[in-house]
């Protein structure tokens, strides 16, 4: 049933979206009165077809799940070539160069508004988030000499406005790629306000593909230990620990919050721990001995924690939930080719590059969590998959805006030979990136 749940989300992800692209391409190129004679969902040989319109157009599911496309009356394919003279001013090429461009940019732009509206629509419901509030940086991380302290919450980086614990490790994500000082305004509990300034020197030696916010002493913020609920024959149990007990202390030194604790059972297998724990109104002295768990090589004591965190609800209304909507897609498609780019320079590591598998794994995650997590997701696909589609790689539409700006600057389109030559060396590099993302996800999996 996980597998099923899995494919669906998956389908429900990227189904619509390819759908909703390739209607970006239709739509324009009817308002540019040129003929299109099918649209595809999928690839490869057609399992399902029907025809509708004032031009017959040709609705169709293709046998290959993943992708789609629009077959407009174009000459160069004696397959799509008119056959009636009355038809030429319907065909693409024939169309002046800033109609093509127009027609073909229309896929990646409706990617893009679509990433807008979801988002807009998150922001104007209210999405329940952690708060930015942090937790005590262990000693020696550069939020602890940064001068952070725990309990504060940030409330900007580097000028720029964080409500929740998602919108700051963004920021320092941002910070990380651009390897510059990242600049936090705290509020501190007291109700005043201070900076803290974490040097590009410290940020330059992280690599981007980890937990950046935590490698720098960045922690969200956590409740004291509280017990919730003691496994039946467990450490926790033999040692006598109840529902409600407060943990106050671990070997004569203070348990700040329940991620502390359980970093103390962890690192503790087989050995014992002098505890102090609150029941009641009273301090009572305990014993427990942690089991040492074969998978992971980690301590255990079989508890569970209640460990909630402060939950803010981000709201914004109609005007800035638009304007929210369309500044997150631009930064995440900013943030999207700087990767990418470094990915090239050999800067970032080419484990990025993920396929559907891993894209799969994540829709059934992020649909387990909830609506507006898995909404969250979708429009992160989307601004992904407008992004890839405007990479100048020949067979994408970035590769056929490549030759129409050329022909804007040089006056005349590509040599026909040029063209294949490029067609054939596109595809030999999706191929490439197809297996290498298929690789990854391999790897990931196994």
Not at 391 to 410: A, K, R
Request: proline share 4%; glycine share 10%; charged share 20%.
């Amino acid at each position: 049933m996980s597998v099923i749940y899995t494919v669906l989300a998956f389908v429900l992800a990227l189904g619509p979206l390819i759908v909703l692209h390739e209607l970006g391409h239709y739509v324009v190129a009817r308002l540019c009165n040129v003929k299109v004679l099918r649209f595809s969902v999928g690839m490869g040989r057609v399992v399902w077809s029907r025809r509708f319109g004032p031009d017959q157009t040709e609705w169709a599911v293709s046998m290959l799940p993943l992708g789609g496309y629009v077959k407009m009356l174009d000459s160069r394919d004696p397959e799509t070539a008119p056959k009636d003279e009355s038809e030429l001013h319907r065909e693409f090429t024939r169309q002046s160069v800033w109609r093509r461009i127009a027609i073909v940019a229309a896929g990646p732009i409706a990617n893009f508004l679509v990433a807008i509206g979801l988002m807009a629509a998150l922001f104007m419901h209210g999405v329940e988030e952690p708060s930015a509030r942090l937790r005590s940086a262990p000693q020696g991380t550069a939020a602890q000499v940064a001068g952070v302290r725990g309990g504060d919450t940030v409330i900007a980086v580097n000028g720029n406005p964080v409500q929740s614990w998602s919108e700051l490790r963004w920021q320092i994500v941002h910070a990380t790629v651009d390897k510059g000082d990242a600049r936090l305004e705290l509020r501190s509990q007291g109700g005043g306000s201070y900076h803290a300034t974490i040097p590009a020197s410290s940020i330059a030696k992280l690599d981007v593909e980890g937990d950046v916010a935590k490698e720098l002493g960045l922690d969200l913020w956590r409740a004291r230990a509280r017990i919730e609920k003691v496994m039946p024959g467990g450490a926790g149990e033999r040692a006598g620990l109840q529902p409600g007990d407060l943990v106050v202390s671990a070997d004569g030194k203070a348990v700040a919050d329940g991620m502390a604790f359980t970093e103390l059972m962890r690192g503790a297998a087989k050995r014992t721990v002098q505890l102090e724990v609150e029941r009641a109104g009273r301090i009572v002295a305990l014993a427990v001995t942690p089991e040492l768990d074969a998978a992971s090589g980690r301590g255990v004591a079989k508890v569970m924690l209640s460990q909630p965190v402060e939950m803010i609800t981000v709201t914004s209304g109609p005007v800035d939930a638009v304007a929210k909507g369309a500044e997150r897609t631009w930064e995440t498609s900013v943030m999207t080719l700087k990767m990418i780019g470094k990915m090239v320079t050999g800067e970032a590591s080419w484990k990025n590059v993920t396929g559907p598998i891993t894209i799969a794994d994540y829709a059934g995650q992020t649909a387990r969590i909830g609506l507006a997590t898995y909404l969250q997701f979708i429009a992160f696909i989307s601004i992904s998959l407008g992004v890839m589609n405007l990479l100048p790689i020949p067979v994408l539409d970035g590769g056929h805006l490549l030759y129409y700006s050329l022909e804007v600057l040089t006056g005349r389109p590509l040599p026909a030979r040029i063209g294949e030559y490029a067609q054939r060396l596109g595809v030999g590099l999706l191929f490439v990136l197809m297996a290498l993302a298929v690789f990854n996800d391999l790897v990931r999996l196994l």
